[in-house]
């Protein structure tokens, strides 16, 4: 309830944007920020006046620069918490953002629980109940539908293994302190070597999990999906058709598209981040050679494929190439410019399930894409971490096994090994906003998003 | 004799009148015991043993605060154990066999030497209170009044109570010692609100009559260190012994439950789950087909022997057919039967950290009375009880421990914030900070505040300072030296499982390994220096455990923020709009010390403690 160890947060508004902030506050928050944000005058951050924006670099967890941006430290009690205060003005990308905090985190701060800087201003009184609340209320308005989301997501698919899993971790502590407790009892001996066993499944459980957050974190981001196709195809006039409105810059001439151009679209309530790519191609030159890299690397790392052909040409060696880069993946073929006279493109029956006739000029048959890009986006359920908080939390408690893991393989006594798996369930309950703690929120301040 | 000013009347000589009359007296103040039966001070009719699992750590703490029964269990110890060895040092507990005759002449001839400390048979009948409420006297049964500024009520068992064997009810105490009736009425009439809680005990043999062939021997440890700071090796003479019940003894004893007065409903008091009865268990577990049972020597100058494991409040018939069962009992004489006894105690929520009741100033209670169970949670109470009574009539801060402090007020935080619904024991399990107030370092830990308060010698602390000191001194002797690859190094780290070194090693780095002890580096440190027992152990823990030690400190860092923030005694929690209802309700009934216990009330959310915040932060602008 008191803590004040360094917590940090985004706390801007939905990225990418302008502008992202990264908040901390606590006792050290200055500590952190020295080690993440370095003046570009050369004295360190706590060296430099409060509450003046300074100019400088953010720095990575391994001492790179992110980013040339403005910080500002805020010296409790003055401040919006009431403590020792900072935030990082950064470029509002996700990539600098999601750096940034891990860098923060590295430095020394844990992730913020939800609400916690308001709770903090609020228990050192720097405002009152009713005050406390309207800024409760305001945020929970605006993130009403992700709180729903995340709520549902916590309560189907991946809350049960976690509740099973803390259950678990609870029922081996239990057993040792049973054991240690009541030696005069006949109580089955504490089994350390298959409870160290079940520890590090439990592990791996968790950072399989984390992980997935990591590799799509589509709830949030949006189902990546890459457009790909040869020059010329109409990928780009596609993805403006798809997006709405003109966002890629669609020219007769090929190799027009030469970096990933991203864009976040919404079909039937489900988030999709659609990338339109460069035109795959032999012979292109330098700059066009590295976007076709990209384009390789945006199908690589995409959920879902839609590769684009020209219907109203026959089918090219490099047709074939892009026909090689979505076997096996999660893929539609879209035969563009069925508006004209058409050609055999009988061949992709046997690469794809699913080939759509469209023209992007005029939109005919776009609600085909549009329901098979539905159909296909991972279910919800398979999307397990929502936050970044959560995502942090889990990759804490899995942590904490490896390290209780790590006491077993050592051959460190019980005891210790069963701190960390406490640790770990205690972790977990948060995950699931269980009040495990009784420092863990609940009340009004449950209301809150991370970072306000 | 012309009835002298006493300051401060303890009531009872069980292991927590004892405590609170010894520190009192220790504290200069004039200190009036009395006990029913002067025969029955500092009685264990229960197991004749102290220590145990967590309790173990209490006696430790008792002992590093200044109290009495470490070593009064060193001095009567017949066998001594670490518990929990192989487990690690977070649940270490030491335990004694005691002979129970010679604990109680011990802690006799204590309260008799104790300078400012009269101990007298009597039967303590009411306290009287002045104008204001506050403590006045003492009046005992006899008619006799003492005034007094401070009473402690440590009256254990006694308070109304019942004893059950089958279906014959006694009205009389523990080991057919006299009830105290008066004191439960005048107490009730002072608005202390008394409840019924249950215990009981097992019988006791007479060991001439069992056959000890068919168990399993079991042996006292020969280097352990006892109880009290400094106390050397203890005496380890007698042998405990190990048998089991089987499905005949079950049999017997379901045969008869509908005699039993705890299933037939005659016993209404609350009984403790922990320490359940042969009956229970057999109830609870049917599938169990054999509970385990030590056969503990009461003494080492009486044939009787206590039978752990078999507490009973069936017939004696039923007793002796039970008994009779069991391998190795086939011809067992019993000597005394077990029995279930009901008794009036407080709940523990009208109580301050202090142990100073809420309701009467200069009132505090301690022990059995309070809700607690055992000897071990009795005496850490009555210390407590003791020094706030002392501090109280000198006019002094009183003293209060925080669950950081370790077990002695971890119990009294759980009994006075949580209360309870049946007779509390002390359980590793219950301090969140076991790695940190381990049973090693209660000397560290709680010495300061024993000197403190007058009852731990400058010297004692001296000494004591003076082990860690050279802990201290020696970790960084081993952080600083390196060895060198070798053989003999190599060999040794072959041997323990564990990997060889190529570039040398500090030693430090070396000892961290879980296989390496500190003696085991001996052969590869020639400059070490010659260390007590006691210092060896902190540096192995300090060092082998250092992350974790780490840790648990900065959590007790961020408790103490909590504990810090003291809340006026004035507050009218009842007016708090703030509040939500039920934590209104609460906090009124409890009446927390600090934010950090209203925080672990039951019932009280974070978002009442912020609205309580808000509310002091008002207060203070004004």
């Known amino acids: 309830m008191f803590r004040s160890d360094v917590i940090a947060a985004y706390s801007g508004g939905r990225l990418p944007g302008a502008i992202g902030i990264v908040r901390m506050s606590g006792d050290g928050a200055f500590d952190v920020l020295d080690r993440i944000f370095r003046p570009k005058r050369g004295k360190k951050m706590s060296e430099c006046n409060f509450n003046q924006m300074i100019y400088g670099e953010l720095l990575a967890a391994d001492g790179q620069t992110l980013d040339i941006c403005l910080a500002c430290a805020y010296k409790g009690p003055h401040s919006y918490t009431g403590e020792d205060m900072a935030e990082i003005f950064c470029h509002g990308s996700e990539a600098i953002v999601a750096a940034a905090l891990r860098s923060a985190y590295h430095a020394g701060a844990r992730p913020a629980e939800a609400g916690e800087f308001t709770k903090r201003g609020f228990l050192r009184g720097k405002m009152d109940l009713t005050a406390a609340e309207a800024v409760a209320d305001l945020i929970y308005a605006r993130t009403e539908q992700g709180a729903k989301n995340a709520a549902a997501l916590l309560e189907g698919y991946h809350a049960r293994p976690l509740a099973a899993m803390k259950e678990r971790l609870l029922g081996l502590i239990a057993?040792?302190?049973?054991?240690?407790?009541?030696?005069?009892?006949?109580?089955?001996?504490?089994?350390?070597?298959?409870?160290?066993?079940?520890?590090?499944?439990?592990?791996?459980?968790?950072?399989?999990?984390?992980?997935?957050?990591?590799?799509?974190?589509?709830?949030k981001d949006g189902v990546p999906v890459a457009?790909?196709?040869r020059p010329n195809v109409g990928k780009s006039s596609l993805f403006n058709r798809l997006a709405g409105f003109e966002r890629a810059i669609v020219t007769d001439?090929?190799?027009?598209?030469?970096?990933?151009?991203?864009?976040h679209i919404e079909l039937e309530g489900r988030l999709f981040h659609l990338m339109d790519t460069a035109g795959i191609r032999e012979g292109a030159g330098q700059a066009e050679r590295m976007g076709i890299d990209r384009s390789y690397a945006a199908a690589r790392d995409a959920s879902l494929i839609v590769a684009v052909f020209d219907g109203s040409r026959p089918p090219s060696a490099e047709d074939l190439e892009i026909l090689r880069l979505c076997r096996g993946r999660t893929a539609a073929a879209v035969v563009n410019k069925c508006d004209l006279p058409a050609c055999d493109w009988a061949v992709l029956a046997d690469a794809f399930d699913t080939v759509l006739p469209l023209s992007a000029r005029t939109g005919e048959g776009l609600e085909g894409l549009t329901g098979w890009l539905c159909q296909n986006a991972p279910d919800s359920g398979e999307i397990l971490i929502t936050g970044q908080r959560q995502a942090a939390l889990i990759r804490e408690a899995a942590e904490a096994l490896r390290q209780a893991q790590q006491s077993a393989e050592l051959g460190l006594t019980a005891d210790a090994f069963l701190l960390d798996a406490e640790r770990a369930a205690r972790l977990i309950g948060q995950v699931l906003g269980e009040d495990v703690d009784i420092d863990i929120t609940e009340g009004i301040f449950s209301r809150f998003c991370v970072g306000k | 004799m012309a009835i002298e000013q006493y300051e401060i009347a303890v009531i009872g000589a069980g292991h927590a009148g004892i405590e609170a009359a010894l520190a009192a007296a220790r504290m200069g103040c004039r200190v009036l015991c009395l006990c029913t039966?002067?025969?029955?001070?500092?009685?264990?009719p229960c197991n004749p043993s102290v220590g145990g699992t967590a309790k173990g750590q209490l006696v430790r703490e008792i002992d590093a605060l200044g109290g009495e029964m470490a070593r009064a269990a060193d001095a009567a110890c017949i066998q001594f154990r670490m518990l929990n060895r192989g487990k690690g040092p977070a649940v270490y507990s030491p335990r004694a066999q005691v002979d129970r005759m010679a604990y109680r002449a011990y802690m006799?001839?204590?309260?008799?030497?104790?300078?400012?400390?009269t101990l007298m048979q009597g039967e303590a009948a009411a306290v009287e209170t002045d104008a204001q409420g506050a403590v006045s006297a003492?009046?005992?049964?006899?008619?006799?009044r003492f005034p007094v500024s401070a009473v402690v009520l440590a009256t254990g068992t006694y308070l109304c109570s019942r004893t059950f064997a089958g279906e014959v009810s006694t009205h009389a105490g523990p080991d057919g010692m006299l009830p105290a009736d008066r004191l439960s009425t005048a107490l009730a009439e002072l608005g202390l609100p008394l409840r019924r809680f249950k215990t009981g005990t097992p019988a006791r043999l007479d060991g001439r009559t069992v056959d000890y062939s068919v168990m399993q021997r079991q042996e006292g440890e020969t280097d352990g260190e006892g109880f009290a700071f400094g106390s050397g090796t203890p005496r380890a003479q007698a042998a405990c012994y190990l048998t089991y019940t089987n499905e005949r003894t079950h049999d017997i004893i379901r045969g008869a439950l509908d005699r039993s007065p705890l299933f037939s409903g005659v016993i209404e008091g609350v009984g403790p789950r922990y320490c359940p009865s042969i009956e229970d268990k057999v109830v609870r577990f049917p599938e169990k087909a054999r509970h385990q049972l030590f056969l503990e020597p009461c003494g080492l100058d009486t044939s009787e022997v206590y039978l752990q494991g078999l507490s009973t409040s069936l017939p004696e018939d039923v007793q002796i057919e039970m008994i009779h069962s069991i391998a190795g009992l086939e011809q067992a004489a019993v000597m005394r039967f077990g029995y279930a006894i009901e008794y009036d105690c407080l709940d523990p929520l009208c109580l301050q950290a202090t142990l100073e009741t809420k309701a009467v100033p200069g009132l505090y209670a301690a022990g059995q009375l309070c809700g607690s169970s055992g000897y071990e949670e009795a005496a850490g109470q009555g210390l407590v009880a003791g020094i706030n009574a002392a501090l109280r009539v000198q006019g002094r801060e009183p003293f209060v421990l925080g669950r950081t402090d370790g077990y002695i007020g971890t119990l009294i935080d759980d009994l006075v914030t949580k209360g309870t619904n049946?007779?509390?024991?002390?359980?590793?399990?219950r301090s969140e900070y076991r790695l940190i107030a381990r049973q090693d370092n209660a000397d560290r830990r709680l010495m300061g505040y024993g000197r403190a308060l007058g009852l731990i010698s400058q010297a004692r602390y001296d000494h004591m300072e003076e082990k860690y000191a050279r802990a201290r001194a020696e970790i960084e002797r081993l952080r600083h030296t390196g060895v060198a690859p070798s053989d003999t190094l190599n060999d040794l780290l072959a041997r323990r499982g564990t990997s060889p070194v190529r570039d040398g090693a500090a030693l430090l780095e070396l000892l961290r390994r879980p296989q390496i002890g500190y003696n085991d580096l001996a052969a590869v440190d020639p400059g070490r220096p010659d260390l007590p027992r006691e210092v060896i152990e902190q540096v192995e823990i300090e060092v082998k455990y250092e992350g974790y030690i780490r840790r648990g400190m900065q959590e007790i860092e961020d408790q103490k923020r909590l504990e810090d923030r003291v809340l006026p005694d004035d507050i009218d929690y009842l007016s708090l709009g703030l509040l939500r209802t039920e934590a209104r309700l609460k906090l009124d009934a409890v009446r927390p010390r600090t934010l950090g216990q209203a925080g672990r009330i039951?019932?009280?959310?974070?978002?009442?403690?912020?609205?309580?915040?808000?509310?002091?932060?008002?207060?203070?602008?004004?």
């Open chain 1, 227 to 229: 457009v790909v196709g």
């Open chain 2, 422 to 429: 049946e007779p509390y024991r002390m359980m590793t399990s």
């Open chain 2, 108 to 117: 006799k001839s204590a309260l008799e030497h104790c300078p400012g400390l």
């Open chain 2, 138 to 144: 003492v009046r005992l049964a006899s008619g006799l």
């Open chain 1, 253 to 263: 001439e090929a190799g027009t598209t030469r970096d990933v151009v991203g864009q």
């Open chain 1, 175 to 219: 057993h040792f302190y049973a054991v240690c407790d009541y030696s005069d009892e006949d109580i089955e001996p504490f089994a350390y070597a298959q409870a160290a066993a079940q520890v590090a499944d439990d592990a791996r459980a968790l950072e399989g999990l984390y992980e997935g957050y990591l590799r799509s974190s589509a709830l």
């Open chain 2, 37 to 44: 039966c002067l025969d029955a001070v500092g009685n264990m």
């Open chain 2, 602 to 622: 039951s019932g009280v959310s974070p978002a009442d403690i912020g609205g309580l915040i808000v509310y002091l932060s008002s207060r203070e602008d004004k």
